[in-house]
């Protein structure tokens, strides 16, 4: 009798810690409805009362390794915005080029003499951190400078997106700001639409939505402008142990108690990886980056300062849930099937309330994306829409109305002269209660096949069926996870610089 007792107690105990685990899978999905939900307050939770038109001299700091194909659009958008243009210096640093980003610049330097200047290394190879490093050396040897625009070669301004950046500065609070960079390659295909709605989604929501909470993640690296004395404060330099150089130069200026701030009104356009290796590499550098970054300033998560937000509870849910995502999932995943094995009673509901906040999580943030930013949403809808990937969003469905799945699930066994099992039933559930883990295993089979296979045909199509299937979420995630195992293992810190052709287009 004790004996029993003792046995469903544990056996109780072990069913309430599997639900527990079922429905940490579901903690992003909550932070992430909430944040894009703060979006709507933008106009009360800002620091739009204080902004006015404001035009600091720029030193614009453009690191170039390679940069001939792209470099030259870039420069003359920038010759040509609306600033005044006494108040803007181009500072070109040449990373020891090898192809004619030398003679690019020369022949703008030949037309616009004292706005465009030519900082060339001898020695290369060292990475962007040390590239922007020489050129901000130069750039604060002089007392021109009132603020630093750090940028990549290879995006593109619209003619007011300076002016737009520039007005946050004159808050004497506000020490950097950031623009909302869209992906610009024309022609554009399947990946790149992939990722324009990934950045409505990342900047014009997310980093909004941060802009209300009053701490931001990350100034984006191909647009953020300094204050000269948020630059001199924070050592004149950036951080060159990292991947992340610029997500350590967003903690460090919010550290000094300065704001940090996105406009979704200046916008630049820059051409993204147009396969998944070519997303690999560049996300994989990222969020080792955010390893780096989540072990480098461990002592600031959730503990609550006056001085800045980066400490907050809701920042540190925000950090974490994308930062362990990955794992999260796995968990989630495991905890349905161990529900399934010790109490399949109990895996059914828990299965369909986490399917359930999935459905109004996706529901919410699709559609609040796609309206934010609607010339873009024409352009990316469909990707929009399978974002979570096609198993996910069936998945959703047989949360949401099981009965007319089961039977179309019927009526396909009967149109293949099949009876549904109770084995069938078995093994279909055990799939369902795995998809959250397994769908980044389908992610990592569609690089390998897009990096191995022999036929062109398989790796561009199969390849894109896979992430169609598992979601390119499921990709990020993925590439995550490596991370983990790459910062772990103590990998070698490469900068694999994203190919660009000069195909970007602005609007």
């Not at 808050?171 to 992939?194: C, L």
């Not at 995943?333 to 459905?359: E, H, K, Q, T, V």
Request: with cysteine; aromatic share 12%; charged share 20%.
């Amino acid at each position: 009798m004790i004996g029993t007792t003792i046995g469903d107690v544990a056996y109780d105990t072990a069913t309430v810690v599997l639900v527990v685990l079922v429905f940490v899978g579901a903690i992003p999905l909550v932070v992430a409805t909430y944040q894009f939900s703060r979006v709507g307050l933008h106009r009360w939770f800002s620091h739009l009362d204080k902004v006015e038109m404001y035009l600091p001299r720029v030193a614009i700091v453009i690191p170039a390794w390679n940069e001939g194909a792209v470099l030259g659009a870039s420069l003359d958008r920038l010759l040509g915005m609306d600033y005044p243009p006494e108040s803007l210096r181009l500072y070109v640093v040449d990373d020891a080029s090898t192809d004619d980003t030398p003679e690019v610049v020369g022949s703008r330097i030949l037309d616009h003499p004292d706005r465009v200047l030519h900082l060339r290394r001898e020695r290369g190879g060292e990475g962007k951190a040390h590239t922007l490093n020489h050129g901000l050396r130069v750039v604060l040897a002089d007392d021109w400078a009132e603020a630093v625009l750090i940028m990549d070669a290879d995006v593109v301004y619209e003619q007011r997106a300076l002016r737009y950046m520039a007005r946050h500065l004159a808050d004497p609070d506000v020490g950097a700001v950031t623009a909302y960079i869209k992906e610009g390659s024309e022609p554009s295909n399947w990946m790149n639409k992939f990722i324009s709605y990934e950045y409505i989604a990342a900047q014009a929501a997310a980093r909004r939505g941060q802009n209300t909470i009053g701490v931001l993640a990350c100034l984006a690296g191909g647009a953020q402008l300094h204050s000269r004395e948020n630059i001199e404060a924070i050592g004149g330099e950036i951080d060159t142990t990292s991947l992340a150089e610029d997500t350590f130069t967003t903690f460090k200026t919010q550290l000094r108690g300065k704001r940090v701030v996105f406009d979704g009104n200046a916008i630049v356009w820059a051409e993204e990886p147009n396969t998944i290796d070519g997303l690999w590499k560049q996300r994989l550098r990222w969020a080792r980056g955010n390893v780096q970054v989540t072990s480098r300033f461990r002592h600031l998560w959730f503990r609550r300062s006056k001085e800045h937000g980066l400490g907050g509870i809701v920042f540190g849910l925000t950090w974490f849930s994308l930062f362990l995502l990955p794992l999260l999932m796995i968990t989630s995943s495991a905890g349905l099937i161990g529900l399934f094995f010790l109490d399949p009673p109990s895996a059914w509901p828990a299965f369909r309330l986490l399917w359930i906040i999935n459905a109004v999580s996706y529901l919410f943030i699709t559609s609040f994306t796609l309206l934010i930013d609607p010339r873009t949403a024409r352009h990316c809808w469909f990707q929009a829409i399978l974002f979570p990937g096609a198993i996910s969003l069936a998945l959703i469905a047989y949360a949401c109305f099981p009965r007319p799945v089961r039977w179309l699930v019927d009526e396909m066994f009967g149109g293949a002269g099949m009876d549904r099992t109770q084995l069938h039933t078995r093994l279909m559930l055990l799939f369902a209660y795995s998809w959250i883990s397994l769908c980044m295993l389908v992610a990592w089979a569609a690089h390998e096949v897009e990096k191995r296979a022999h036929s062109e045909w398989v790796r561009k199509w199969v390849s894109r069926c896979f992430v169609y299937l598992g979601g390119y979420g499921a990709v990020l995630c993925a590439i995550s996870f490596t991370s983990y195992v790459k910062e772990l293992r103590g990998a070698e810190m490469k900068w694999d610089k994203t190919e660009k052709t000069g195909k970007v287009t602005a609007g």
